[in-house]
């Protein structure tokens, strides 16, 4: 009789166990999205110059569910970018997408598998950069005149070629998340999007020219 | 031996847990069936709930648009004349009123050209226009046209809203088209509540399936989103689930009434899957559980009842097996103790009875030894062989010759080849010859005779048995008789047994003599074969059964008869 | 007996996996290091609220708690829509805080609705809002200006320097003080409070209203707006009572374009450029709305509110506004 008790103390206490275990994993509706997490350092009071790229970062983050390190530096050196990359590698990070770091980095060599540099000159001072292919035609960015665009839907100009810093922002994201798990990220160079007559009829990038 | 295949051990507990296991998998595949068909129709009714709610926001607005357009037609438009500045003035007024709704009002003739227009319009060629052409085609409706930027402050989109109208033109009345640029932004808001994700969002179709509003125009635009439900959406008729990209989405349409505008919802079936198959996976998990737990009381409950009964199937086997000792525990639910139980009271019985019977057998064994010895009683001899020798020397030969020869007779049917039970004529003779030399021993201080019913000769007998009480009736019976003693022996039958009456008219006896002689365990005696009365009644009754055995009747002074009762028993093989 | 020792060791074992499995599951994700405040702000092409902003972000960083702050700025640009679509963004990105400068101050229900949804802090500044909204939550404050004390700061300069100048103020000799009000944005707290609080102090002053302008706090339209009065009128200005800094420079805009004598232009905020002109004599005056203290003041509330104390401070704090003159 002692035996079959004790026996049947313990896998009560099994199933309890077990009950609990299971109304754990209920109860953390999240469970399945592992804390995505990725830095963005901005150049400190630079609102207009990254007004595009910010938008396109939020709406990245906010598709895909990724929270953000938001840093906002005047300057950085290689150590602070250093022991920014360490910290945050310990906080789980995906890697780090520095913008327009020409406004707080000095040039160099910046080596790293995971840090992403939107920028307009200092591609070769990192691995991998995002930025812009070169085009020979002039190029806008956002936000566009309503003038110019008259201009060229009534034929009085040649068309121009935009760059669509939203998007770089946007595959920014895209490539460090996309890449967190190979050893290194690749380089992005989007190309200016062409805006003529034909486009500004079609109206289907309307929204870009909308402030 | 058991059959392992058909042990009761094994096959209940297996019948139990099978159908166990089976109940559960049917509640559970019923369960999930339901489950899932639950969680889709509640998805479904939710979206339902929400299109219905956005539709009639969004057509709440375009009443109140129709309304603002109508207002202006007839209260305004066909009341003044165009050219009227007081005209002017409310029309100013209407639209700094309404400037967060309209961007401009202005009126056309049914060439093209502006009669008036307030606010930011442009007054290039209209008459190509889709408004236009809408507007002049259906001259009873508020035709509601393409929406695009605002120029040029680039702020956000406007609706061209036109109808026919007719207005007055210096007193005369003239048709028209009614333009006014309608801020799109009120209903951007009503859909922007919605709040638009990925997984979850809604988008606004005009008549030609171009967006109204879409959350991720600025993604769309950029290359980095691509719309694929509309194909999916104009083509059910209410709502369809269709999977995109291994992917289930939930999509359902309205139609918004007046401007045949399409809302869309979206919503992606993939978190309801998630939550469904976690859901799913817990009450697997619990129901996995009570089985398991159902299945192993079971066996637990079983091993109650199947374990005593093995246990009693040991403790069988071991006594049949011949240990006699064993008993079974008395352990057990119910009526498994009363087995148990019983069994033991079997058991204790059975060794009881076997104990009985070797006693039985033990005294037999005595028995027969004692009558082996006694078969030669050295005593009776020396004493007959005494006489024989003062016979010769008295040179009474003749009677020396007969007690020599009744003697041999004596012995030899004393010892009848070792046999037990011998023929009533041989006991006799034994019986005679015994008389015979007692008698020539004693002087012929008595007489006898025997009365034999000749028919009864061949029935067996125990041997030694009549030859006691003959002693018994010479010396206590023949005692204080002179020369008038008599001994009768008859062989007669009744009521089917033999009896066999010894009778003496001695002295008799007393009772006390009586049950003396009847249980007095001779050892051995000077005066015959040793055995006493007691030990022949109970030969005869170890043989034949307590019926039979020795009756002795006395009266004092008169005699005493001494009766064996035994029944008939004829010579076969068996007797031995 | 032995059997049944193997037995229980065998339960007790598949016990203690459970329970570390309990533990695992709970302990699975990891902390944040840092600590994550969104800063919504209605328009940083406002003077003010770029300097506000920059004084907030030095006092941010200073902070020294256990975790660094990471705070992210959203600028709407002066779109309700645009804030809105941040407002969801930042609702998803799970702040600890959130600083909200509301463009559209009637949508404060909804914000503060969400953010007691997401569980997040809020405070709000400098965009007044109905105060029955604030009950709403328990975890939200307001920090902002007393808009009314700083319009009477305005009329009580106004005093002085009539008082002082009664001669040279009154151009046109007409015994009156003519002057032009230049308001905020339409139905906008602070503009219904400070023109309130000039008007009620300068009541027993000879004011003679020559126009109201409504420029929006902005810069160019009040510059614009100004230009489209009346000849007359600007020629007889002698006052222009503005509801802040940009506007009143957008009025000296007009007046030193044209190279014209530049009235007494009063002003609401003491920015950077604003203190210049009044240290150079061009500009009579201004109301510093201690923007530092209302900063401090939103310091504090983000680190009580951080540390789990909400109630430590009261919900709603208004800064001392003081006048700023030559």
Known sequence: MKQSKAKHIILVVIIICMAIVSILYMRNRDYAQKNKRIAVVYPKNNQTMIQEVQEGIQDYAYDHHIQCDIWYKETMSSNDLDTLVEEEHKNQSMGILLVYPEKYMKKGKYKYGHVLALTDTMQPSFTYSASFSQVSDDTVRLPVDFDLLKEIKDGQRNPIYLENTYKLGYKSMEMIEGCVNKSHLSNIRLKPDKIDQGVLEKGSKASLFCD | ???????????????????????????????????????????????????????????????????????????????????????????????????????????????????????????????????????????????????????????????????????????????????????????????????????????????????????????????????????????????????????????????????????????????????????????????????????????????????????????????????????????????????????????????????????????????????????????FLYNTLDSIIWMIHSEEYEGAAEMVSSLAKFFRISLSQGKDMIPLGKELEHATSYLKIQNIRFKDKFDFHVEADQKLMKYLIPKLSIQPLLENAIYHGMEGMYDDGEILISVYEEDGNIKIDVADNGLGMTEEKLEYIMHKQVVSSKRGSGIGVRNVNERIQLIYGKQYGITISSELDEGTTATIIIPKMEETDETE | MKKIGKYKWILLAGLIVCLLLTALVGIRSKEDQYIHVGIAVYDLEDTFMDSFISKLENEIEKITTQKKISYEICDAKGDSRRQNKQLQYMYTQNYDMMLVNLVDPSHAASVLNNAKESKIPVILFNRDIAEKDLKITNNVWYVGTDARKAGEIQGEMLHQIWNKQRNSLDKNQNGKLDYVLVEGEEDHYDTIRRTKGFLENSKDLPLNTLGTLSASWNRHLAYKKFSQLDENAIRNTEAVICNNDDMALGVYDYYSQRHLTLPIILGINNSQEMNEKIMSGEIYGTVDNNMDDQVYRIIRCMKSGLNGYPKKYKKVWYSQPFSVTK
């Open chain 2, 1 to 379: 031996m058991k059959n392992k295949k058909l042990s009761v051990r094994v096959i209940l507990p297996v019948v139990m847990s099978v159908s166990i296991a089976a109940c559960i998998i049917t509640s559970m595949m019923l369960f999930s069936y339901l489950f899932s068909s639950y969680f889709e129709k509640d998805a479904v009714e939710k979206v339902d709930r929400q299109i219905s709610s956005l539709t009639q926001s969004i057509e709440k607005e375009i009443s109140s648009v129709n309304n603002l357009v109508n207002e202006i037609y007839y209260q305004d438009i066909k009341k003044y004349d165009c050219d009227n500045a007081e005209f002017k003035t409310i029309m100013k007024q209407q639209l700094s009123n309404e400037s967060d709704r309209i961007n401009s009002i202005s009126l056309y003739d049914m060439d093209g050209n502006a009669v008036w227009s307030f606010g930011d319009a442009k007054n290039i060629s209209v008459s190509s226009k889709s408004w236009f052409k809408n507007a002049e085609r259906n001259i009873e409706t508020i035709q509601y046209g393409r929406r695009r930027l605002v120029e040029p402050s680039l702020s956000g989109y406007v609706m061209d809203v036109s109808r026919y109208v007719e207005y007055i033109d210096h007193g005369y009345m003239k048709p028209g088209i009614l333009l006014v640029e309608y801020y799109t932004e009120p209903i951007e808001s009503i859909l922007e509540r919605y709040s638009n994700q990925l997984s979850a969002y809604c988008y606004l179709m005009d008549e030609s399936n171009n967006f109204i509003y879409h959350p991720f125009e600025l993604r769309m635009a950029s290359g980095l989103y691509r719309e694929k439900t509309v194909s999916a959406a104009l083509k059910s008729n209410n709502y369809v689930i269709k999977s995109i990209n291994h992917e289930e989405w939930l999509i359902e349409r309205k139609q918004i009434g007046y401007t045949g505008w399409n809302i869309v919802v979206v919503n992606s079936m993939s978190n309801l899957a998630i939550e469904n198959r976690r859901f799913h996976n817990i009450i697997w998990i619990i129901m996995l559980l009570i089985g398991a737990v159902m299945i192993l009381l079971d066996i637990e409950v079983f091993r109650n009842f199947t374990d005593p009964v093995y246990r009693l199937l040991n403790t069988m086997e071991e006594f049949g097996r011949g240990d006699y000792e064993t008993r079974a525990k008395e352990e057990g639910i119910g009526e498994l103790k009363n087995l148990s139980a019983n069994f033991n009271i079997m058991a204790d019985q059975l060794q009881k009875q076997m104990e009985e019977i070797r006693q039985n057998e033990r005294e037999k064994q005595k028995m027969e030894k004692k009558l082996l010895q006694s078969q030669i009683n050295p005593h």
